[in-house]
């Protein structure tokens, strides 16, 4: 069983955010890491009206500055 909620989220003072909660629970005949893999294909099988998600890249998605959160990085005088 899959189950999802989309959350409002806050961080510092941006409150136009959105979390994704997903609730999946399995009766043991396939754990939880093919539960999640399984989810994620319905859900892009789900997504893909709106476009081609496949050729993603992937690259592009990676922080440049070596994973540290850019909130982190920012002047003191902009917080």
Not at 38 to 67: C, E, M, W, Y
Request: hydrophobic residues 40%.
């Amino acid at each position: 069983r899959v189950a999802y909620a989309v959350e409002a989220a806050r961080v510092e003072q941006r409150t136009d955010l959105d979390k994704l909660v997903i609730d999946i629970e399995t009766n043991g005949t396939i754990d939880a890491e093919e539960a999640v893999r399984t989810a994620a294909d319905i859900l892009s099988d789900q997504l893909s009206v709106f476009g081609d998600f496949t050729h993603r890249d992937r690259g592009a998605a990676k922080p440049a500055n070596n994973g540290v959160d850019p909130v982190l990085l920012r002047p003191i005088d902009d917080l």
